[in-house]
């Protein structure tokens, strides 16, 4: 079965770390997105992807850094500069850049040690 | 400002009862209107949404969902709740159709009583 697989399921950064967030998906989608949750909110989205060596910021992109690489992955990178990390991470797909997210993965879970 | 409101943090009913959840926007024209569902420690799954046409909307595990244009909102609604409907759901709304423009409501936590 298709769908978006991110790893790991939780992670911990140290003081002064960057951690990068794995994003893959198998559903052949152009579109890539990157989200965060925290207790009590709503989504905000940190980048976004249509295409392929393409990527845009959010609301939220500050601390954050992406890549675009390959069609299928789309990893996150929290540097040191994200003050205030913790949350939990979500990566999502659709088949195009005119469509909604369509799909998500299980998110991944960072907390500062 | 544009904003989603969903006003209930956390809803509690009996399985077999009937459920609304309640979602309003704060935006000049028609926006694009979805509904996602949250497992714990999961993903989001679209259940319904609303770009045009009838204002009834139906969607995935029996879901329904009525676009009020006067009252700028975008209600969920199931008949009847099973134990396995206990989530977080969330509102979402775009002003043009797109992910980037997308802004999620803060979500309502279901809990189903036995």
């Known amino acids: 079965d298709g769908g978006i697989t991110q790893s790991p399921k939780y992670l911990f950064r140290k003081e002064g770390q960057n951690v990068t967030l794995s994003c893959e998906q198998n559903?052949?989608?152009?579109?890539m997105y990157w989200y965060r949750q925290d207790p009590g909110q709503g989504l905000r989205l940190i980048y976004y992807?249509?295409?392929?060596?393409?990527?845009q910021k959010g609301d939220i992109a500050e601390g954050y850094s992406v890549s675009r690489e390959k069609k299928e992955s789309f990893p996150l990178t929290v540097t040191s500069a994200q003050k205030n990390p913790t949350a939990f991470y979500l990566c999502?797909?659709?088949?195009?850049?005119?469509?909604?997210?369509?799909?998500f993965g299980d998110g991944t879970r960072l907390s500062i040690l | 400002a544009q904003s989603v409101t969903q006003p209930d943090i956390h809803i509690t009913v009996s399985e077999g009862a009937s459920l609304e959840l309640r979602c309003n926007y704060s935006?000049?024209?028609?926006?694009?209107l979805f509904w996602y569902v949250q497992s714990p420690g999961q993903g989001l799954q679209l259940l319904l949404k609303?770009?045009?046409?009838?204002?009834l909307v139906q969607g995935i595990k029996g879901f329904e969902a009525e676009f009020k244009r006067s009252q700028s909102s975008f209600n969920l609604r199931k008949p009847s709740v099973h134990w396995s409907d206990a989530a977080e759901y969330f509102c979402?709304?775009?002003?043009?159709?797109?992910?980037?423009?997308?802004?999620f409501g803060q979500g309502t936590r279901l809990t189903i009583n036995p």
């Open positions: 979402a709304v775009a002003l043009v159709q797109g992910a980037q423009k997308l802004v």
């Open positions: 609303y770009f045009s046409g009838d204002t």
């Open positions: 935006y000049g024209a028609t926006p694009y």
């Open positions: 559903l052949n989608h152009d579109a």
């Open positions: 999502a797909s659709s088949i195009s850049q005119g469509d909604q997210p369509q799909h």
């Open positions: 992807s249509q295409i392929v060596n393409d990527f």
